[in-house]
Structure formats: structure tokens, C-alpha cells
């Protein structure tokens, strides 16, 4: 057990954790250290009558150096990177969520990657923090599926309801003696950075079904619109597109075409259609 309980992020998976952390009589802190979450963390905390609040990277910093008690720290959809000397605090705990199979993946968006990269199973992972960015000790992964229908949006989702049931189950066996495993235990890969999209964003019209399959459904993020919307390239002329629509077909074929009123494009690759509609010439 430890003396105090703290979450720091936004959005879904960090409010869970700490309703979880409240039902269990711990009495959690909830800190945001950035704005514009899907869901009002404030709001939440205030009706689930959770502590909450809301610090920039400087003020972070020195309220977690200037705790003296033994303290678990939860980051979970968390911008802030912590410094060694917070993660070197022999009373401090820190475990981060991430939303694939590391060491696959690490860093921003990584659902996104998985998908764009075809992979067949996805999954999250809870691990130690480490000043190497998602590099510590694994505590707990799931699995999940990746299918021909599965967006970055509708994997998020799946990715939520893993990163929940993960987390109640690991609590009990959390303690400050873990902090001796807490050297690095991945290998070191390179970083998807918040900046990065697939193929730029750009969508090739010579690649084969399956990978326009991937990278359209990889920049879906629904109504988040976390990587921006595709855009391809057409006798010389950009499109953004808003809109895109798959599906099979009995006939065989190959080929594209811009339709007269210019706002869809339809290209076929085998037995795949793909509609990218409500075009917006860039």
C-alpha cells in the first residue's frame, strides 16, 4: 500500500483509473498538465468527488519533487515527460500505460502504426517508467485483434476498455520493491513522434489493396481527427479527402477516376472499392 495515489493525464483511460483508485477508498489526485481533453477531467473529478488539478510542466515538476510520502504515480494519456531525478525519488512509483505491445511501437499514436503497418494483433501494455521513453519493466499486457474493419478510432476504443481492466488488476501488486527492477528491460527502437503520420499523410495510389485498406483505416480517427485527413495526388492536383467508403466487389478490376462534379474519386484494386468523397482541392 502506499500513502498517496496520483494520476496524471487525460481523457478516458486516466479518469478510469482514478474512479478505480476512489472506489477501492484510496482517495486519488487527478493531474492534468495540458488542456483539451475529449472529456472535461474537471467535471468528472468534481461528480465523482475525486481531487483534481490542473499544473504546467514547471509547476508539475516541483509538486512531485516535494513529495515526502510513499506515492504512486499512474500516467495514462500523459504529455509529460518526467525528469530523472522525479523517477530516481526512492518514495515514488511510477507506471505508465501504453497503447501497444512494446516494444512495438513506442512512442505517439501507436495504434495508428500498427494498423498502417498491417499488423494482426494489437494491445496494450503497463510498464515502469524509465527516463528511456516506454522502455521499463513490462507489468501486464492484452492482446486484442486487428482486423480488415479495425480504424484507429475503433481500436482506441477497445485499447480503453484493456487499458481499464489491466489496471484494477494490477493495483494489489504494486509496491515501492518494484522499484528495484525498474532498470530498462526493452530494447531501445526508434520513436514515433506526435508530429509523424503514415506515409505523411499522403495516400499512394500505386499501392496494392490491402495497404490502402491500412493507411486509410490508420488515419481514422473519427470525430478526433488525431493525424488530420488524407490527401492524395491526381494529374497534378492535390485532394484532402473527407470522407472514404470500402468496399467488395463481385468484378475484378483495376483503375481510378475523378468524377465530373471533382469531389470523389473511386479506385479500384481488385476486388476493393474505395470511395474517397467530399474532396477539397489544396
Known amino acids: 500500500m502506499f500513502n498517496q495515489y496520483i494520476v496524471i493525464g487525460v481523457g478516458t483511460i486516466a479518469c478510469n483509473c482514478a474512479l478505480i483508485l476512489k472506489n477501492r477508498g484510496l482517495c486519488p489526485i487527478m493531474i492534468e498538465s495540458r488542456k483539451g481533453s475529449s472529456i472535461s477531467s474537471e467535471n468528472f473529478c468534481s461528480k465523482n468527488e475525486i481531487s483534481y488539478k490542473n499544473l504546467n510542466k514547471v509547476e508539475l515538476t516541483d ?4 513529495i515526502t ?28 500505460f501504453h497503447g501497444s505491445l512494446l516494444p512495438k ?20 501494455s503497463w510498464h515502469l517508467v524509465v ?13 486484442t485483434s486487428i482486423s480488415i474493419k479495425t480504424t484507429s478510432f475503433s481500436l482506441l476504443r477497445e485499447y480503453t476498455k484493456l ?59 473519427g470525430p478526433l481527427e488525431t493525424l488530420g485527413l488524407v490527401w492524395f ?9 473527407n470522407k472514404y467508403k470500402m468496399s467488395e466487389t463481385l468484378e475484378t478490376k483495376n483503375g481510378f477516376d475523378l468524377t465530373n462534379s471533382g469531389q470523389t474519386f473511386i479506385l479500384n484494386k481488385g476486388n476493393i472499392e474505395f470511395i474517397l468523397d467530399k474532396l477539397v482541392k489544396i
Open 105 to 124: 511501437f513506442p512512442g505517439r499514436n501507436a495504434e495508428a502504426w500498427a494498423i498502417f503497418e498491417e499488423e494482426s494483433i494489437g494491445g496494450i
Open 163 to 221: 487499458a481499464t481492466d489491466s489496471f484494477d488488476s494490477i493495483i494489489d501488486t504494486l509496491n515501492l520493491e518494484i522499484k528495484k527492477e525498474i532498470k530498462k528491460t526493452t530494447k531501445e527502437l526508434a520513436l514515433y513522434y506526435s508530429w509523424q503520420k503514415p506515409n505523411n499523410g499522403e495516400l499512394n495510389l500505386g499501392w496494392n489493396h490491402s495497404k490502402i485498406s491500412a493507411f486509410l483505416r490508420s488515419m481514422d480517427y
Open 63 to 66: 509538486y512531485l519533487n516535494n
Open 69 to 96: 510520502e510513499s506515492t504512486l504515480i499512474v500516467s495514462a494519456s500523459n504529455r509529460y515527460i518526467f525528469p530523472k531525478e522525479i523517477i530516481d525519488k526512492e518514495n515514488l512509483l511510477l507506471i505508465n
Open 131 to 143: 527516463p528511456e521513453i516506454d522502455a521499463g519493466k513490462i507489468l501486464i499486457q492484452m492482446e
Open 233 to 241: 495526388e491526381f494529374n497534378g492536383n492535390k485532394y484532402q479527402v
